[in-house]
């Protein structure tokens, strides 16, 4: 059974899937059924719920990559391919391509906070990429150049126009580059 602020905050997502994070708290009350005060009662303003869903997304997405690393069954290759395809999913998908754009614009705050936590979680990769280089699970490769290679290939990856142009989704450009990245450009060897 769902509590009304976990409803609240799967509502809002679903809001900010339509209308972006332009959506109102009047949207977001008749799509609950419930009236303005109440979801008040749960978030002193749409700032809060805002940052609220976003903390929830950072950390879904946290304790997902630490299942991955700690999970002794899988190989580095395994590892890495399922870290670049970690997606939320404790809330839902957020499907909105203008999220970045909204959030820098409307709520620099709360954009700083992705910036910071996409930050840390390209650091936490790269770790994991040196330790395989370390461990020779990995061959050895500039990690500056892929840090690079990673950051700008996100950044072009979830822009609106390419996934709209490609119909695609965040997650299935994400498989893709994992694929890309882990497997490379050669014909898998049989």
Not at 15 to 30: C, P, Q, S, W
Not at 63 to 79: G, M, P, S, V, W
Not at 87 to 112: C, V
């Amino acid at each position: 059974m769902f509590f009304l602020r976990d409803r609240i905050l799967m509502a809002a997502i679903e809001e900010i899937n339509y209308h972006g994070v332009r959506f109102t708290m009047n949207d977001l009350a008749k799509r609950l059924s419930v009236s303005k005060t109440s979801i008040y009662e749960h978030f002193s303003s749409k700032s809060e719920l805002i940052h609220s869903i976003l903390i929830s997304v950072t950390q879904d997405i946290q304790q997902q990559e630490q299942a991955i690393c700690n999970n002794a069954t899988l190989t580095f290759a395994e590892k890495i391919a399922a870290i670049l395809k970690v997606a939320p999913t404790m809330l839902g998908s957020i499907n909105n391509f203008r999220l970045k754009d909204d959030l820098q614009l409307y709520y620099p705050n709360e954009f700083q906070i992705t910036q910071k936590f996409n930050e840390e979680r390209q650091e936490r990769f790269l770790s994991l990429i040196v330790q395989g280089i370390e461990t020779k699970a990995l061959r050895p490769i500039n990690t500056k150049v892929l840090r690079q290679i990673i950051a700008s290939t996100l950044d072009d990856l979830f822009s609106y126009r390419f996934l709209s142009e490609s119909n695609m989704t965040i997650p299935d450009a994400l498989t893709a580059m994992s694929d890309i990245l882990v497997n490379g450009l050669l014909p898998k060897k049989e």
